[in-house]
């Protein structure tokens, strides 16, 4: 890594302890299922900086990153499940289709196994399914 994107890398996890620190500043009691409600969306600036030009210049387009985030969230057992229905959500906005989401965590369950599989395609059920409320 250069000393430039370790210099940004560091301020960005300072940026997220601070701002950690502001919600509780004993971070005791940090729920995450409570931060998805309010912010359900990744903002399009961090989006941007994730997955975008800042540290991505070439290669990947955003929605190949963004299931490919859904493929390593889905090996570790979808035990991040806010991150994830945060993550389908970003794809789904990214423009992958419902199949190629589900297709992702498919080939996942040869690296974590049928449970993790099972869990990570409810959490993407139930994303369609508030998203289809949420239309309505």
């Known amino acids: 890594m250069t000393d ?7 301020q960005m996890l300072a940026s997220g302890q601070e701002m950690a620190r502001a ?19 990744m903002p399009a600036d961090m ?10 210049r070439e290669g990947l387009d955003a929605k190949t990153r963004l299931l490919l985030t ?6 570790q057992g979808a035990l991040a499940e806010p991150q994830l229905r945060i993550t389908i ?5 990214a423009g992958a289709t419902k ?6 965590i498919f080939q996942m369950s040869m690296f974590s196994g049928l449970p993790a ?10 994303v369609y399914e508030e998203d289809e409320e949420d239309e309505e």
């Open 23 to 41: 919600f509780n500043p004993a971070l005791e009691h940090v729920d995450m299922r409570a931060m998805e409600k309010l912010v359900p969306m």
């Open 99 to 104: 199949r190629e989401i589900a297709e992702t």
């Open 117 to 126: 599989m099972q869990k990570a395609l409810e959490i993407a059920q139930s």
């Open 47 to 56: 989006l941007e900086m994730w997955f975008g030009k800042t540290f991505n």
């Open 4 to 10: 430039a994107f370790t210099k940004l890398f560091a």
């Open 70 to 75: 859904i493929g390593a969230i889905t090996v």
């Open 89 to 93: 959500r970003q794809a789904l906005r």
